[in-house]
């Protein structure tokens, strides 16, 4: 039962252009999302995160979208860049209280950025 | 400088034998996690540990027992390896399990190969 899904398990881009990567959630009762990157034989790293009572967060390159009715997030990174050829992977909690130290995750998306 | 550590990187054993893999965090954070990434790329929770307390126990086999001697280290023994526990397990620590916005800080994986 994947309550997390990232349903493009890779995505390539061109360097300079807008990377796309989205994820799907089935548990209304998330309300704290998190993006994470890993580059290979490294333990993934966190990126980003919203809470549910914003539809944006920006860092950066790097805004996330929320859309609670929708159920769906979306990471944005722009410009692209090589450097951010990882695999992302979405994540997301209950934000406070007895089941926030859980995290369940989706399956992740390869990005890979092109020069 | 490390901010969680795992040791091995690399663990290559047979059938039947017990092993353990060590963790150990320097960000003085509370809350100590291990998580197994099978060979589909999910990752998913199996422990949690909380000032040394068990707080997070997912449907994983006995064959598997944490031990947290002190709230920096929480180690993984298993016993009986199994060619399904194949996998990489990743050491995670956050700050505070109640605290909103839950980041958690990854270890760089051990890679577990049954034979």
């Known amino acids: 039962d994947q309550q997390v899904k990232q349903n493009s398990p890779s995505l390539s881009v061109q360097e300079g252009r807008i990377s796309i990567l989205n994820c799907d959630y089935t548990n209304s009762m998330f309300d704290y999302f998190l993006w994470y990157k890993k580059y290979p034989a490294e333990g993934p790293t966190f990126l980003i995160s919203i809470s549910s009572i914003k539809d944006k967060n920006e860092d950066g390159r790097f805004t996330v979208f929320l859309n609670k009715s929708a159920k769906h997030l979306s990471l944005h990174i722009v410009p692209s860049q090589p450097g951010d050829s990882a695999v992302y992977f979405c994540?997301?909690?209950?934000?406070?209280?007895?089941?926030?130290?859980?995290?369940?995750f989706g399956k992740g998306t390869k990005l890979s950025v092109i020069p | 400088d490390t901010a969680v550590s795992q040791t091995p990187k690399y663990l290559v054993t047979q059938m039947g034998n017990d092993k353990s893999i060590k963790c150990e965090q320097n960000l003085g954070h509370d809350t100590m996690y291990w998580y197994k990434q099978d060979s589909k790329k999910f990752l998913k929770i199996m422990f949690s540990y909380n000032n040394k307390e068990l707080i997070i126990n997912e449907t994983v086999p006995n064959r598997f027992s944490p031990k947290s001697p002190d709230k920096a280290h929480l180690n993984l023994h298993i016993n009986s390896l199994e060619l399904g526990d194949s996998a990489v397990y990743f050491c995670a620590s956050s700050q505070d399990r109640l605290v909103r916005g839950n980041e958690q800080y990854f270890g760089p994986g051990t890679r577990l190969t049954v034979t």
């Open positions: 994540a997301a909690s209950v934000g406070s209280g007895a089941g926030s130290y859980q995290l369940t």
